[in-house]
T-cell receptor, first 112, second 111 residues
Framework: GDSVTQMEGPVTLSEEAFLTINCTYTATGYPSLFWYVQYPGEGLQLLLKATKADDKGSNKGFEATYRKETTSFHLEKGSVQVSDSAVYFCALRYSSASKIIFGSGTRLSIRP | GAGVSQSPRYKVAKRGQDVALRCDPISGHVSLFWYQQALGQGPEFLTYFQNEAQLDKSGLPSDRFFAERPEGSVSTLKIQRTQQEDSAVYLC?????????FGPGTRLTVT
């Protein structure tokens, strides 16, 4: 079945460091791919998305590119801030009427 | 504007008790989803409504779980005879078409 695998955390970085959180997926079709973020004490929020191969999603300095050949959707940011500390979830979905399949989440902590 | 709200935010139940979790979606949102998030895991799909119709309930883990949305707005997730393994955060999400907007969740602890 369809699934999402992401790197285990926690990931701890210093402020202004480069961030990569790896995500790979297994899919029977051609899903859209997402990164969601859960800040402490808040609900899940959509961070970025890509709907087809080679699309790049971007938001708040974060980027991820839909790579069909490697079935990956790695999250990157060039210079992280303390405010980026949160749990990040990679996810896939086939249509607006279908469920989202989430990875297990990666906790990111940024040291000042 | 108001987002998705859920109540209660925290619920402690003794094993064997029945619980009811409420979701108030964003007004006008046609689609409504329930997810279960165990500690340290990603959310897992439970069920999906389009208006009042429950179109997918394939994720409900057992017949102790029941969800309804009788007027196509507020939804209730009911768990009968709660077990310890039901302890989790229950998330509701509503959607007008594409994006799903998540509520803050209800943390259920079964003792």
């Amino acid at each position: 079945g369809d699934s999402v695998t992401q790197m285990e955390g926690p990931v701890t970085l210093s402020e202004e460091a480069f961030l990569t959180i790896n995500c790979t997926y297994t899919a029977t079709g051609y899903p859209s791919l997402f990164w969601y973020v859960q800040y402490p004490g808040e609900g899940l929020q959509l961070l970025l998305k890509a709907t087809k191969a080679d699309d790049k999603g971007s938001n708040k300095g974060f980027e991820a590119t839909y790579r069909k050949e490697t079935t990956s959707f790695h999250l990157e940011k060039g210079s992280v801030q303390v405010s980026d500390s949160a749990v990040y979830f990679c996810a896939l979905r086939y249509s607006s009427a279908s469920k989202i399949i989430f990875g297990s989440g990666t906790r990111l902590s940024i040291r000042p | 504007g108001a987002g998705v709200s859920q109540s209660p935010r925290y619920k402690v139940a003794k094993r064997g008790q029945d619980v009811a979790l409420r979701c108030d979606p964003i007004s006008g949102h046609v689609s409504l989803f329930w997810y279960q998030q165990a500690l340290g895991q990603g959310p897992e799909f439970l069920t999906y409504f389009q208006n009042e119709a429950q179109l997918d309930k394939s994720g409900l883990p057992s017949d102790r779980f029941f969800a309804e949305r009788p007027e196509g707005s507020v939804s209730t997730l009911k768990i009968q005879r709660t077990q310890q393994e039901d302890s989790a955060v229950y998330l509701c999400a509503s959607s007008p078409s594409e994006e799903q907007y998540f509520g803050p969740g209800t943390r259920l602890t079964v003792t």
